[in-house]
């Protein structure tokens, strides 16, 4: 098997996002897969539910290679379910919710009709559990219908998406999840349908970093979530031993004026950088020896892939499916179970020591990477569509 | 060529046929083909199958045996021939496929390629009325996983032994020559083994692929029904020496040994539990048909099996029914004591007999239960054995019950007075429902308790009918301050012949209005609601079609909704609301203090300090203790006493204007502003804590912040150094001025101690040495280690990490040895060590105990910071230091380097160590000064008193 048996002439991909330029992850995502399936020959037509405000608009490039609709004009007023007596008097809501789900109805049609004028073979590729909604009510019969989460199980269902990807995507021919750990959960969980497939790397470099900087490097936003208090708490413990190795942060966010206090009070200012954010994810990474990540919660972490792609050992918590899937511990990586610093600390410790060990496991982790290489993640995306003609 | 076949295989069963042959045809994988075999059915079946071959020509095709096999395996067998497709399939008449199943099932062979995929089974139970389901194995189908070997996971094997949650590669069967046992029970134990072991690569998927559905004939099985189960056991037991074989040849030991762990596990219970109800001749041709097995059985698999499953095995070696029976009842009610049990040179064993004889190791060796604690566990918590003895009725509605209770080491003394009753209770409770009879007659005889008594059910039991259909029986025994409940096992008595009895219930009698007396799954009385008068029966069956109807359905809905809500009254969440809704907004009782120690789970430490204190200087304050578990012991009579989370307890918590402790109040108990909490914390820290702590720190934001409300409680927190001030109140993050610098309360006595010592130049030991029963002449060391947990902060069992008995024997004639476990752990001495080493655990304040010990063993239990202000001898057992400081917790300094004592990391070593005990105390002087001031430096024996003085005595009190 392989992309060759795909469709003569290649397929209609539809790929249905909550916007089409939502600053973030999976509009990236969408676009290098759009791109990606449009130079294997497939027609690809990436939809949008609804525009988003321009604050946290993405730029996009002008001569895309693919169509691109969005189905609202404006944002369609929240869903809300009314409950008792109270919902049922409250009528200028009731007439508000009637009028939206009219409204779904109505741009579920303009689905259908893309839908209907698309060759045999042809897919949708659901990429929010929100998109799904509408696709839900369009009529999709004779297409392959693709659902994807892109966080971890256990992020999906700390919010209320769990519950709306078990409703709205049990029916989809297949959900794809991050990693197969996290598709297993999601089995267990009662979803019969569930498949994983990895996110493809956005660059990959022809050679590893020199990693002759005493540097070890962390990027990633300054919020709770990304951990950087843990990671200062694990340097503290780690440093006294390294005298001229520096920290490097690269990242700004909410949290900065905290964790630069936090730092201060561990006495940590002589060896601790603050950069800032950085455009150049590649260039700041080739410019240090250790890559740091200290994340509390991640779906399928990308700057981890990036770090390894660009020949970097990395030493992180364990804190998901995604890491475990991409770092094998003590292969080309270092994995510490998550909040155990003082294991972090013993990482770092190791990998600022032994320069032969950083060479090992960077040069592992250079290699490996490879399996998450756009041409490979491609080819497994035309197999599956295969697939599910079977 | 399609992509699977799924060969259906059918008997008389023409009207479920058309089901599964359609959930095979609504695959969501479209390359599906069925192969209908029918084994010659005397119905419409072939007809059936041929119809829906017509119906769908190019995937359904029908086959039919000349006659019938009697089994599973020829169709199977005939249906493999037929197939065409590249992966094959089983699919029983009465069972349905999962829909995505052969999908998943496809797409996990062609990735990984393996010969053979299996995937869950779920059992559907038919008669459940809200079709309940389990899963079959799940633990196996936890995580996709591939083996390249079935030596990689012998549990599948051994657990797993269907073959029709499984899809094979059709080469793959051939090539094998794999195929089905014809002519004997249990084929698929023998196919799926074959399977295992010749596939080079298989695949586990967690999804569902397989719904088998089940009707269990709830009633239990007669005896009549039991014994052509002989001849199901003469198959069972000949497939597993085929599966034998075969694991032989192919030289598979340690798939063999866990399949003989499995048998001892499960095989051989569910056969020993029909043993009481069944003859001589089926025993004995039972024991022979067994015997034969477990001597081919690896003796390495003992080991994995619990104690009562090898004594079992080892008493059905013996064919010692009279003491096998009791061990089959515990194996199959967990925790229950069945035997009388037998003490010899201070260890306790299963039975007397099989121990006496010199040459029986082994058998010594199986049956010794002293790690149990049988002989230590306070009586009242022992499950006792209770087995009828007789069962007469007068055929209306009067029972007279007879039966004999073990009484374990004679441990119910003779001359204990006996009082018992008898006590009927619903299974469901709906309100509490049980009604109770006087036992007329319990006494002494040997080692059991005999009890009997006449009991007119007909006329006390009132059920209230439908809801609450079976009935269970409990002794209720009480000896002298003692009581226990036990459960009535039936045992031998034959409740067969016995009457219904006639009832009354309150709802109706048109329902039911017989109680029919029956055995448990697990071998205990009970009794049934069931119908016998004709309008019962009638309306009985009239109400089983109205149970299932749509009516019913609100009605079922909403008496459990109603069920739920009652339940949740009780439930935290709720009290949590209504605490702070309601309590909280009662005024704050002026002079009221609420004491807890370690959870209330003991009167003890620093809260215990300050009550005494108050209590000695007249403070004029109402004292409220909160206390654990059951009922109170050792808490101060003069002080009211709660439960925690009781009712009165979260009153007095919302009112009080203190709160004392030392550990914590519920963390989701909010503190009202006009309440001063007084945390003075349980001792000094070497590991890390609070927000130092790994899982503190791998907690989530709204679990790091509850945790920070919670510790914002504190209003005063009492330091013994600025040693806490650098980790405790860092850990905790609090504010300085939170910080008392006043020493612990508690260790007041021991600088008092100290200074009488120093003074006098002598050591006197208090009445609690005498209370113990020490020896004057001899040296009394405390072992008081710390508990251990996992990461996820679960709490281990204890267990001596050294042999106590070899300590009692090599140190006894110098030393006593009082153990004292942490609170979260207990331990159970064995008799042999008896006067030589002291369970002093349930004592629940430690500073006597350190007062009175010349010598203390610890591993990292803050108990050392506290013992330091004696100045006496220390020894740290740290045998798994490493683990304990870096791996799972953290510590905030080298114990190896501040110990104020031998560091010891062997059971060897610290039995020379303990050997040299006195010529280490001086060799440690100076660094226990040093020690000391580090840590204690605020100890100065006035704590109590500048807390009471402080907060209690103030002038206007």
């Not at chain 1, 300054?222 to 942060?249: C, N, Q, Y």
């Not at chain 2, 591939?146 to 949650?165: A, Q």
């Not at chain 2, 055929?395 to 119910?412: F, K, Q, S, Y």
Request: hydrophobic share 40%; proline share 4%.
């Amino acid at each position: 098997m392989s992309q060759q048996t795909a469709t003569e002439g290649g397929r209609d991909v539809f790929l249905v996002s909550n916007s089409v330029d939502e600053l973030g992850g999976v509009t990236t995502w969408s676009h290098q897969m759009a791109r990606l399936l449009s130079g294997r020959g497939h027609r690809v037509h990436v939809v949008g539910i609804a525009p988003v405000a321009e604050e946290i608009r993405q730029k996009l490039p002008a001569d895309l290679p693919y169509e691109m609709t969005t189905l609202y004009a404006t944002h369609p007023p929240k869903a809300r379910r009314l409950h008792g007596v109270k919902g049922r008097l409250n009528a200028p809501e009731r007439r508000r919710q009637a009028s939206r789900r009219a409204q779904m109805r109505a741009k579920a049609d303009v689905l259908t009709g893309m839908f209907r004028a698309a060759a045999p073979g042809a897919v949708v590729i659901v990429t929010q559990v929100w998109a799904m909604e509408w696709v839900s009510l369009a009529d999709t019969k004779g297409l392959s219908v693709i659902g994807m989460s892109h966080e971890s199980f256990e992020a999906s269902n700390k919010s209320t998406r769990g519950e709306r990807v078990r409703r709205f995507y049990s029916e989809a021919d297949r959900l794809l999840v991050l990693t197969p750990e996290d598709a297993d959960l999601w089995i267990r969980a009662g979803m019969e349908n569930v498949d994983s497939m990895p996110n493809p790397l956005p660059f990959m470099p022809d050679e590893p970093a020199p990693r002759t900087a005493k540097v070890v490097a962390s990027v990633g936003r300054l919020s709770f979530e990304k951990g950087m208090d843990l990671l200062l708490d694990a340097w503290a413990d780690a440093v006294p031993r390294h005298p001229d190795w520096t920290l490097r942060i690269y990242g700004a966010g909410s949290e900065e004026a905290t964790l630069r206090r936090h730092c201060t009070e561990l006495g940590l200012d002589e060896s601790v950088e603050w950069m800032g954010s950085t455009s150049d994810v590649l260039g700041a990474l080739r410019e240090a020896s250790v890559f740091a990540q200290a994340s509390r919660a991640e779906g399928f972490p990308i700057t981890l892939l990036e770090a390894m792609a660009a020949g970097l050992p990395a030493a992180a918590f364990d804190c998901a499916p995604g890491v475990r899937e991409i770092v094998r511990d003590g292969e080309d990586g270092l994995l510490a179970r998550l909040g155990n610093t003082m294991e972090l600390a013993a990482h770092l410790d190791a990998l600022m020591t032994d320069g032969a060990l950083r060479d090992r496991l960077g040069d592992a982790g250079f290699r490996h990477v490879r399996r998450y290489s756009s041409e490979e993640i491609t080819d497994r995306w035309e197999e599956l569509f295969a697939f599910l003609e079977r | 060529m399609p992509d699977v076949s799924v060969v259906v295989i059918v008997y008389n069963d023409a009207e479920r046929l058309p089901t599964a042959v359609q959930s095979v045809l609504d695959q969501t994988l479209r390359g599906v083909e069925v192969v209908i075999v029918d084994d010659c059915s005397k119905d419409r079946s072939y007809e059936v199958a041929q119809e829906l071959a017509a119906a769908h020509p190019e995937r359904v095709r029908a086959f039919r045996l000349p006659e019938n096999s009697g089994g599973c395996g020829a169709p199977r067998n005939h249906g493999i021939r037929q197939t065409a497709g590249r992966y094959v399939m089983f699919l029983d008449s009465d069972d349905v496929l999962e829909r995505n199943a052969c999908r998943n099932m496809l797409a996990a062979a062609e990735r990984t390629g393996a010969d053979l995929v299996s995937g869950m089974c779920v059992r559907v139970h038919l008669d459940n009325r809200w079709n309940k389901t389990t899963e079959w194995y799940p633990w196996i189908y936890a995580r996709t996983r591939t083996l390249d070997s079935i030596t990689e996971y012998p549990d599948l094997l051994v657990y797993d032994t269907l073959s029709t949650n499984k899809c094979y590669r059709r080469e793959f069967l051939l090539e094998q020559g794999l195929e089905f046992p014809v002519g004997i029970h249990y084929e698929d134990l023998l196919f799926s083994a074959q399977a295992y072991v010749a596939a080079r690569r298989i695949t586990l998927i967690p999804n569902h692929v397989y719904f088998w559905n089940v009707v269990e004939k709830a009633s239990a099985l007669s005896i009549s029904n039991r014994r052509h189960e002989i001849a199901n056991f003469v198959h069972r037991m000949e497939i597993h020496r085929r599966v034998d074989e075969l694991l032989a040849a192919k030289g598979h030991t340690a798939i063999k040994s866990a399949k003989d762990a499995k048998f001892l596990k499960h095989d051989l219970v569910l056969h020993l539990r029909d043993l009481p109800l069944l003859g001589d001749a089926y025993r004995q041709e039972f024991a022979r048909l067994a015997n034969g097995y477990l001597a081919g059985i690896d003796p390495a698999a003992y080991e994995n099996v619990t104690h009562l499953q090898a004594i079992c095995a080892y008493l059905l070696g013996k064919e010692d029914w009279d003491n096998l029976l009791p061990a089959a009842d515990a194996m199959t009610n967990k925790g229950r004591l069945c035997s009388p049990l037998a003490e010899r040179d201070g260890r306790v064993y299963w039975c007397a007999r099989h121990i006496d004889d010199p040459a029986d190791d082994e058998g010594r060796r199986i049956l010794d239960v002293t790690d149990q604690g049988y002989h230590t566990a306070p009586l009242s918590s022992l499950a006792l054995g209770n087995r009828l003895t007789s069962y007469e009725d007068d055929g209306r509605g009067t029972v007279t019950l007879a039966g004999r209770i073990v009484n374990p080491l004679g441990r119910i003394k003779a001359e204990t007075p006996l009082k018992a009753t008898l006590e009927f209770r619903a299974r469901r409770q709906i309100g509490v429902r049980s009604f109770t009879f006087p036992v007329t007659t319990v006494r002494h005889a040997g080692d059991t308790i005999e009890w009997s008594t006449t009991a007119d059910v007909a006329s006390t039991v009132r059920p209230l009918g439908i809801i609450d259909a079976v009935w269970d029986v409990r002794l209720k025994l009480t000896a002298g301050g003692d009581r226990m409940t036990t459960r009535v096992s039936v045992g031998g008595v034959d409740l067969e012949s016995a009457a219904r009895l006639r009832v009354r219930p309150r709802l109706t009698r048109l329902v039911s209005d017989r109680f029919e007396p029956e055995m448990t799954k697990k071998g205990n009385l009970s009794y049934v609601l069931t119908a016998e008068g004709r309008a019962a029966v009638r309306t009985q069956a009239l109400l089983n079609n109205a149970m299932h109807g749509k009516a019913a359905g609100v009605v079922k809905r909403s008496l459990r909704r109603a069920l739920k809500a009652r339940r949740n009254l009780g439930s935290g969440e709720q009290k949590v609301k209504l605490y702070h809704e309601v309590f909280s907004k009662l005024p704050v009782k002026k002079g009221t203090v609420v004491f807890e120690s370690h959870m209330g789970k003991q009167y003890s430490d620093s809260p215990k300090a300050i009550y005494e204190e108050m209590v000695r200087q007249g403070a004029p304050f109402e004292a409220i203790w909160s206390y654990a578990g059951g009922k109170p012991t050792g808490f101060p009579k003069e002080a009211t006493l709660v439960r925690r989370w009781s009712w009165p307890y979260l009153r007095a918590l919302a009112q009080a204007e203190y709160w004392v402790d030392n550990q914590g109040f519920p963390l989701a108990l909010a503190k009202r502003p006009g309440t001063t909490y007084i945390q003075t914390w349980h001792g000094s820290a070497l590991k890390r804590m609070g927000f130092h702590e790994p899982r503190t720190k791998a907690q989530g934001k709204a679990g790091q912040d509850r945790f920070q409300a919670a510790v914002d409680r504190f209003d005063h927190f009492l330091i013994r150094s600025e040693h806490d001030v650098r980790t405790l109140a860092k850990g905790f993050r609090l504010r300085d001025e939170v910080l008392l610098r006043t020493g612990y309360p508690r260790n007041d006595a021991l600088v008092e101690a100290h200074r009488a010592e120093v003074q006098s130049g002598e050591r006197v030991r208090g009445p609690l040495a005498a209370e113990l029963g020490i020896d004057p002449d001899k040296k009394v060391l405390l072992y008081a280690p710390t508990f251990r947990a996992n990461a996820d902060g679960t709490v281990e069992g204890f267990e001596f990490p050294f042999d106590v008995e070899e300590f009692a024997d090599r140190l006894g004639d110098r030393f006593t040895l009082l153990v004292r476990t942490h609170y979260l752990n207990s331990v159970s001495l064995p008799p042999s060590v008896a006067g030589r080493v002291v369970d002093v655990s349930r004592y629940h304040d430690i500073t006597p105990l350190l007062a009175l010990a010349d010598g203390l063993i610890t591993d990292y239990s803050s108990v050392m910071f506290d013992y330091a202000v004696l100045d006496r001898p220390m020894l740290f057992f740290a045998y798994d230091y490493e683990k304990y400081a870096t791996d799972i917790r953290g510590t905030y300094f080298d114990l190896k380097e501040k110990a104020p004592g031998p560091v010891v990391a062997t059971a060897d070593e610290l039995m020379q160590a303990v050997g040299a005990f006195d010529e280490a105390d001086a060799k440690y002087a100076e660094a226990r000064q040093r020690f000391l001031s580090e840590f204690g430096e605020y100890d100065r024996g006035d704590a109590a008193r500048q807390i009471v003085e402080k907060f209690f005595t103030r002038s206007g009190k």
